[in-house]
């Protein structure tokens, strides 16, 4: 079958374009932030790699799988970003392949959090059980169990296209963006109460992990600089959490954008797209790759360059 033009967009993504040249700084600038994060992503990824102290500790276990996830997000954001100003439309299949990926990675980061606000709990309020409770073999079944949860949230939309679109949107183009591709009203439902769940859960776990750790803190009159380092912890986490949300409530806030900045939507939508897409890929690192005095010590040998060849 040839390809084709699909009726996968909205009207209006025609009408809101930019020049040339305002198209070429926004691609530079999102190219050259993306590059710079996963860089230093790149060099964390590395600096795990290299040194044991790293890969037999649950808890850098899971930063290193967070920050995985947010360079397979970052990179799968820009490629979207790209494209719809280099191509405009792209293959239905391959903008089905990279949305996909990109809702997966999306659905990570918040259970990720999660976990790591449990791993902290435990550490500092079951000393003793910590070495039963999260050990290496658990660690790798839990980050399963996410990519596990993540799968059965997205699975049913894609079923759903097969199910109720034809099979020549697999050989036509389309603008790619999530709410046109997955666009049938079951879909965008479904969305809506997963995440409405999936988040309150979340949240849920951060504050009893907080909590707890508080009233630990309290009960026992500490003033324990660990116990002082896992509050703090927890409350990044939940920034992080913040910034995650963004990227849920997206297709509402895209359309006040519109509604507030009808002049300048697409500059108002190419700044909301940094808060949601760039910004919270830069805080994993500075979490624990430049709080964390054991990860910065090796991390800065690598991020500039000056560790000699082969040295550990």
């Not at 190219?31 to 230093?40: D, F, H, S």
């Amino acid at each position: 079958m040839n390809s084709s033009s699909y009726d996968y967009n909205v009207s209006s993504s025609l009408t809101y374009r930019d020049s040339a040249s305002t198209a070429v700084a926004k691609n530079v600038i999102v190219l050259a932030l993306g590059l710079t994060i996963n860089y230093i992503n790149g060099t964390l990824i590395h600096t795990f790699r290299k040194h044991q102290i790293f890969y037999v500790n649950p808890r850098y276990i899971l930063f290193i799988h967070l920050v995985l996830n947010d360079m397979i997000q970052l990179t799968a954001a820009i490629s979207l970003f790209i494209s719809s100003y280099v191509f405009y439309r792209i293959n239905a299949s391959l903008c089905c392949f990279i949305i996909t990926f990109a809702v997966f990675t999306t659905l990570n980061t918040p259970l990720n959090l999660a976990v790591m606000a449990v791993e902290c709990y435990i550490a500092v309020c079951l000393p003793l059980r910590h070495p039963q409770l999260c050990t290496i073999k658990r660690t790798y079944i839990l980050i399963g169990c996410i990519w596990t949860f993540s799968a059965v949230s997205v699975l049913p939309h894609i079923f759903i296209i097969l199910a109720t679109e034809p099979a020549r949107l697999f050989y036509s183009t389309i603008f790619c963006d999530r709410d046109h591709l997955f666009r049938h009203p079951i879909s965008l439902e479904k969305r809506d109460v997963s995440y409405l769940i999936y988040l309150s859960g979340v949240w849920l776990t951060l504050l009893y992990t907080y909590f707890s750790i508080f009233f630990a803190a309290k009960a026992a009159n500490s003033v324990d600089g660990n116990i002082k380092k896992a509050r703090n912890t927890i409350l990044l986490h939940g920034f992080q959490l913040l910034l995650s949300m963004l990227t849920f409530l997206a297709p509402l806030l895209k359309s006040g954008l519109m509604n507030w900045f009808p002049k300048y939507y697409t500059q108002a939508l190419f700044v909301w797209f940094i808060i949601i897409q760039i910004v919270p890929r830069f805080v994993s690192p500075v979490v624990y790759g430049l709080r964390d005095k054991t990860f910065k010590q090796y991390l800065r040998k690598y991020l500039l360059c000056t560790m000699r060849k082969g040295k550990i």
